[in-house]
């Protein structure tokens, strides 16, 4: 089944592209990856952002999000999701690293931005 995927707002398609920016920099400065992998998903009202490498994965202590673990680039896209409302997921799949966030599709002042088509 296709259809268009809609617009978001710009809040939120701001934060989903700089998290995308941010991880697939990642990737390629640390991963060591032969293939990576960008997917976006809009479900039931929330945004389904997944990138997933198939290179040398995560440490526990960075999968797990321990505060001093991670750099400018993770706390960048952890504060961005949680202002978002969402969750954000760092999974080591053996081989590579897969970076989840999921976000309500609604704007920080509360009003649904899913479905406008603009
Ligand atoms: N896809 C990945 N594969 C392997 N290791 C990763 C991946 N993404 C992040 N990391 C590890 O997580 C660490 C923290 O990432 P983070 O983006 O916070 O900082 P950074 O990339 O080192 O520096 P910067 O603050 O410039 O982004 C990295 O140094 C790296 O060790
Ligand atoms: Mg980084």
């Known amino acids: ?50 990138i997933a490498d198939n290179g040398k994965g995560i440490a526990q202590h960075l999968e797990e999000l321990q505060t001093g673990s991670y750099g400018i680039g993770i706390t960048g896209i952890k504060q961005r999701v949680e202002e978002l409302g969402g969750q954000l997921v760092f999974r080591n799949t053996a081989p590579g690293t897969t970076v989840e966030v999921r976000i309500p599709a609604k704007s920080a002042r509360g009003q649904s931005v899913v479905g406008r088509l603009s």
């Open 1 to 50: 089944m296709s259809r268009e995927f809609p617009r978001l707002g710009p809040e939120l398609e701001t934060a989903i592209f700089k998290i995308v920016q941010e991880s697939l920099t990642n990737v390629f400065r640390h991963a060591e990856a032969r293939r990576a992998e960008v997917r976006l998903e809009e479900q039931d009202g929330r945004v389904f952002v997944c």
